[in-house]
């Protein structure tokens, strides 16, 4: 399929979009004797078991969020940083017993708790760490070897030789299973992958940033060998991102004349799964074949907006890094959850613009030239926050200024369009990201649809780790799609509607 075909983007987006009556016409029920297993598990591999003890950093996690990761400095992660960077973003951060068994919470938000995405290492000799293929496993906070040697070159080529790879001594591999959150959320999981991959990559790139490593996201690969490195049946999990960690001067192997295939045993994910057929077209529709291919897809520097204002502005002032709360990141994701319910009370506007400012800054990754740029929109219904009137706005991260599209009390619209649920209702704020995917399909073809999704679950996650460090809450949540947009129009015309935060104060206060 071509990349550039991109009436498929459109038909799987149209596909999968939710209405109030599809909604109700889906008898789909959860078979919970047949629930995932949260983890991938190589049954013949001996576990590789990482330092079990992380440090503290002292950087401010809205500080961590808001870094540009990308520059390079000489950096070569250990065993004990690869620990920190996994168990920050992946990890199982608590434990908790219930009539059904133990409940593992992990520390980042995953749509359902079903996590989905998995990652793998790909090395060159570190200090105390071989080079060869990796898989990471939560569980048992361990490594096993899936591959001995350093493979790092095949990343390379399959990345088109992007220089962040050519240095980095650690590239991180995110994968998504389809089955282990189709089990909920049918064929929509295609979305669900970039959200819960951002959202574990906002962690994940924060966490580097404490740690003064460059890291850098690339969505530009061949999708066939970095799936084919990793042993991936294509059919059940691919390869979603890539992430160039660290620096070194020295630039790896050349890729091996053949990569043998890998035959190793992993325990099936359930007793039987279900396939959606339209989740896997459109991540073939969505795949790069040749290293041109991924050339010419990456790097196009992107128009920073030029505020146009047709509504009353509301500058935003938010705090500077004189005042900003010192939770550390660490303390932050392992308080962090997903908030179940919301306390109808207000939070304040320095909250509030801290949160916008301090989530949008910047992502550092190879579809957002220059840092700064966005593909997604952040529309916002405010119903408490100090000094708003509450309301539809919409975000104008370059001059951090809100526009007020109309004034009213929308918590019951907010509820029904968060697919009838109260969260978006009862919260301070609900955060509603937007993009004309005409233009962003134009530009980078249907790779460009899963830039939007992922773009949109990375921000998302900073606006989880920006709410609970000013002991806030946040949950990401669901939407009927065309009402969103038809909400927010006419500003929101010809736009889509890609992911949804609620923003406030949580019924259990975070520890």
Known sequence: ?????????????????????????????????????????????????????????????????????????EATPNSKTLTHLLYFSAGITKRRRSPGGEILFRAAACTGALYEVELYLVCGTLPDLTAGVYHFNPGELALRRLREGDYRGAVVEAGARDASLLHAPVIVISTGVYWRNAWKYQARTFRHFGWDNGTLLANLLAAT?????????????????????????????????????????????????AVAPLELQTVPVSREEVDYPAMREMHLASSLATAEEVAEWRDRTLPLPAPEYTGPRVPLEPLDDERIPRDTIEEVVLRRGSSRRFRRESISLAQFATILDRSTRGVAADFLTPFGARLNDLYLIVHAVEGLVPGAYFYHGATACLERLKPGQFRHHAAHLALDQDLAGDAAAAVFFLADLNVWLDRFGNRGYRAVQLEAGILGGKMYLAAYSQRLGATGLTFYDDEVVEFFSPHAAAKSAIFLVALGHPARQPS
């Not at 049954?43 to 990482?50: A, F, G, I, M, V």
Request: glycine share 4%; hydrophobic share 40%.
């Open 1 to 73: 399929m071509n990349n550039r075909d991109t009436q498929r983007a459109w038909d799987y987006h149209n596909r999968t979009k939710h209405f109030p009556e599809s909604v109700r016409r889906n008898v789909h029920v959860l078979d919970w004797a047949n629930h995932p297993l949260p983890f991938k598990i190589y049954p013949d591999l001996e576990p590789l078991p990482l330092p079990q003890e992380t440090d503290q950093t002292g950087v401010a996690a809205l500080s961590a969020i808001a870094t540009d990761t990308a520059a390079p400095r």
């Open 209 to 257: 940033a404490a740690l003064g490593l460059p890291a850098r996201v690339l969505c530009g690969f061949i999708d066939a060998e970095i799936n084919g490195l990793l042993g991936l049946d294509a059919r059940r999990e691919v390869s979603l991102s890539l992430l160039a960690l660290g620096h070194s001067k020295s630039q790896p192997p050349p890729r091996p004349a």
